[in-house]
């Protein structure tokens, strides 16, 4: 069984605006980054998107997977697991359901655990997922973050 180490981060310039989020995947000798900017989202959308991405990138499951977020939001919606009793009401009044399914998804198929650190503390990993979130967030090639869009009111 792998031992995969994840970092992720999330950012938006403006809360909504543009956003992007950030991860480092590592596994032994290898290391995987990925990052995508979208126009119209927030911060804690990519906060909890960097975490779907990692986790669909990996591609065989049973793997023990170690989650370093900044994100209070998601790091205690999945150790506290508040958001197993979000999924048993239907994710009623909660923010980004969307999200939230499609983590539920991909989640069981790894040991996942998730561990908190502080933003902009000079950790290496996480100061590296927060300039690949913002970057993202400033780049081109923005994709739509549909279901925000749609759901606020943005033209398509």
Partial sequence: ????VVYTDGSSRGNPGPGGYGTVLMSGKHRKELSQGFRHTTNNRMELLGVIAALEAIKNGGNNVLVYSDSKYVVDAVEKKWVFG??????????NPDLWQRFLKVYPKNNVRFKWVKGHDGNTFNERCDT?????ALGGNLKSDLYFEKENGYPS
Avoid: S
């Avoid at 979000?86 to 923010?95: C, D, P, Q, S, Y």
């Avoid at 690949?132 to 993202?136: F, M, N, R, T, Y």
């Fill in 132 to 136: 690949l979130a913002v970057d993202a």
């Fill in 1 to 4: 069984m792998a031992e995969i």
């Fill in 86 to 95: 979000w999924e048993k009401k239907g994710f009623n009044g909660k923010k």
